[in-house]
């Protein structure tokens, strides 16, 4: 049997960020991951899975002195944001306009998993202990003062005991489940189809996304020439792209995308789902939900991963101010009233911005598109939306 004071569920990125700042409270932790993630190796291709990290989530990182692993291997930061339905009416975001040199910085999932694990395993080996694994039963146990702890049971023979379970085991979680936690939510129309491209000439570290009736469309700047298309799609033209050659699949995509888009080679392809979903509590008895296990979002303005590290940097904060030993339920209340109005609030917005512009409704289409000349003209509201999503307000 193996005593810790958390066990968390998923050694992804939040999970393990998550772990990271427990053991800087001086906690002992066990992760739970299913498999463990082969490691890095320069020459690779870029992974398929990228995300747009802000400046919330660079500090946090920096602070758990990861920050300069991740820029050791590889990330790329952009220095503009573009977003339009019509190109005359495009909204600018610059990180200039802020007195900075970026907005933030694309990173592969991959990369920031693995810079977490191994400042783990090379800082805090002696607080955590990573298990690859997936686990076979689960108690959950409440009454502390009677020591009425978590058992997990994995199947690898290991057993894991716990005064707390923390889910970072993703949107379909396990934990969520077993503690009977109900969610709300539904499933978009669309898929998220994202295609890794070499260009063929150089380009400005800037991002954009052009929205049309059918869903938006979107270029993301990697390194090295490297760069990530994605296209929301509905079921149909998802499935198309799906089974199409990557030959097929270029010709699609430069009959889709902008003019802005310049030649490319296609590498690589793959498409996932789009769900909405949010948890009706985020912890039950000993166990605490975080990051997709308590919501997932629209990805369309890049923010998923960014509300999950928010969730970290919360969650820790509570439990610094009510250590486990006092008031661990505290603490969970404490970060559930945190974290749970601005998730609700952020996807919200998202739903909204979304359904304004994914239709071909003409009156609206005029009004939005100069809702968005209006917005590129608006000072100081557009530098708060600005500041807000660059995690600095």
């Not at 904060?317 to 404490?334: L, M, T």
Request: proline fraction near 3%; charged fraction near 20%.
């Amino acid at each position: 049997m193996i005593n810790v004071d958390y066990c968390v569920f998923g050694g992804g990125m939040i999970g393990s960020a998550a772990a990271l700042g427990l053991a800087r409270l001086g906690y002992s932790v066990a992760v739970v991951e299913a498999q463990e993630p082969h490691g890095f190796d320069p020459t690779e291709l870029p992974d398929l899975r990228v995300s747009a990290l802000n400046r919330y989530t660079q500090k946090l990182l920096a602070d758990y002195a990861v920050w300069d692993d991740v820029l050791a291997m590889r990330a790329q930061a952009y220095n503009k944001l573009s977003v339009w339905e019509q190109a005359n009416s495009a909204l600018h975001f610059e990180a200039a306009e802020l007195g900075e040199s970026y907005l933030g910085h694309f990173v592969e999932n991959r990369v920031l998993q693995l810079a977490l694990l191994n400042k783990l395993k090379s800082d805090y080996a002696s607080k955590v202990s990573i298990h690859y694994s997936k686990a076979k039963h689960v108690k959950l146990g409440f009454e502390y003062d009677k020591n009425n702890e978590a058992n997990v049971q994995l199947g690898n023979g290991e057993a894991i005991s716990a005064r707390c379970l923390i889910a970072a085991d993703g949107g379909f979680s396990q934990l969520r489940d077993i503690a009977s936690i109900g969610i709300t939510g539904w499933q978009y129309k669309q898929k998220a189809n994202v295609f890794l491209v070499k260009m063929k000439a150089d380009f400005e570290p800037q991002t954009w996304q052009e929205f049309t009736p059918n869903g938006p469309l979107a270029f993301l700047p990697l390194f090295n020439g490297y760069a990530s298309l994605v296209w929301y799609a509905d079921v149909q033209q998802s499935s198309r792209l799906a089974t199409a050659t990557l030959l097929q699949c270029k010709e699609m995509i430069v009959q889709a995308f902008p003019p802005l888009l310049a030649d490319f080679d296609l590498l690589d392809k793959i498409s996932f789902g789009l769900r909405r979903m949010h948890a009706n509590q985020y912890w039950r008895e000993n166990l605490v939900l975080l990051g997709d296990a308590a919501h997932q979002i629209n990805p369309l303005a890049g923010q998923g991963v960014n509300l999950g590290f928010k969730d970290v940097g919360a969650l820790i904060e509570s439990i610094k101010i009510n250590p486990i030993s006092i008031a661990s339920q505290q603490a969970f209340v404490d970060y559930e009233r945190a974290r749970r109005p601005q998730n609700l609030l952020m996807m919200t917005a998202m739903d909204g911005f979304y359904h304004t512009f994914s239709n071909n409704i003409r009156p609206l289409k005029r009004i939005r598109n100069l809702g968005v000349k209006a917005a590129n003209a608006g000072g100081f509201l557009k530098q708060r939306v600005l500041k807000y999503a660059m995690g600095i307000e």
